[in-house]
């Protein structure tokens, strides 16, 4: 899995990032991608992918996020990408303890003292597993009845470092599993 830490500028996430190939169009990755990057969030409607939040006219929206784009083309299946995406949910919360920040996962989500840090959404596409994780800066721009919190108000101050770590982090746990998979043989 190739990872790219955007640092030079900021990209805002509007929903049309979970669509496939997206790594390879904007970036000329091609194939297995994390791409890691930091903006705003404002999901439109026509670009919500999960059904429960548009029939509920939830918005999605904060200032400040480090994002996270990952795509897979290994296994193309629903099932997949949600265990995907709650490993690197996971794998975040690992990270985040060794900051010294005590987190609850919640399906998808990552929670601090009760409050919200993260979004999530894992879909599929024709040809890949799309993820976005989303992780908020500061708890700024928030939709209204959130009660959010930010990396920031945990303590975490550096946050390119902080992009760094938990890119590599993610890229690291997909490759043991990719590993894990191809070392054993069929069971007879």
């Known amino acids: ?58 918005e999605i929206r904060s200032d400040d996020m480090v994002h996270y784009i990952i795509e897979v083309f290994d296994l193309v299946n629903t099932l997949f990408a949600s265990t995907l995406q709650k490993l690197f949910i996971a794998k975040l919360c690992e990270v985040l303890a060794e900051y010294g920040v005590k987190t609850e996962r919640k399906g998808d989500d990552i929670y601090v003292n009760g409050r919200k840090l993260s979004i999530s959404i ?24 959130v009660d959010a919190i930010g990396l920031r108000e945990v303590g975490i101050i550096d946050i390119e470092e902080f992009m760094e770590r938990t890119g590599r982090a993610l890229v690291e746990e997909f490759k043991k599993v990719k590993k894990d998979s191809l070392k054993v043989r069929w069971a007879q």
């Open 122 to 145: 894992a879909t599929v596409s024709p040809v890949s597993v799309k993820i976005h994780i989303g992780i908020n800066v500061e708890a700024r721009g928030i939709p209204e009845g």
């Open 1 to 58: 899995m190739e990872l790219l830490i955007v640092k030079d500028r900021r990209i805002d996430y509007d929903g049309s990032a979970i669509g496939s190939h997206w790594a390879y169009r904007n970036f000329g990755i091609l194939g297995n991608s994390l791409v890691v990057f930091r903006g705003r969030c404002d999901v439109k409607v026509e670009e919500m992918i999960d059904i429960e939040d548009l029939r509920a006219s939830k």
